[in-house]
């Protein structure tokens, strides 16, 4: 329980971790994490010991660019999907005035 503690009194309140530095200067992060169902916290525990030899930074890490690179390919459907009914508005555009400027415009 004193671990516990001691944890909370050194962590950093503002931003909810607790930093650390190795002998050589680096900096280490520990982050609580609570509230997360078991069941997930199962299934991701699997996951990380599958995948990443239980190494937990590096599967949230691995997470975390995932989440980011799905985010991109959202991101370009709907860029793309705009793209293409600002083209079917030009075509309609180009449809119910064919000559332009040339018989009288719009």
């Known amino acids: 329980m004193e671990e516990k503690e001691n944890f909370k009194d050194k962590m950093d ?9 190795t ?7 520990s982050m609580p994490c609570s509230k997360f169902p078991i069941e ?5 525990e699997d996951d990380c010991k599958k995948r990443f030899n239980g190494i ?6 691995h997470d ?9 390919e959202i991101e370009c459907e709907m860029l793309k ?5 600002k083209q079917k508005e030009a075509e309609e555009h180009v449809e119910h ?10």
């Open 64 to 72: 975390h660019e995932t989440v980011k690179r799905f985010n991109l």
């Open 97 to 106: 005035n064919p000559l332009g400027l040339l018989n009288g415009g719009d």
């Open 13 to 21: 309140k503002k931003i909810g971790v607790l930093i650390t530095y």
């Open 23 to 29: 002998d050589t200067g680096a900096s280490l992060v």
């Open 40 to 44: 997930f916290w199962r299934e991701w």
């Open 56 to 61: 937990r930074w590096m599967k949230i890490w």
């Open 81 to 85: 999907s705009a793209l293409a009914e």
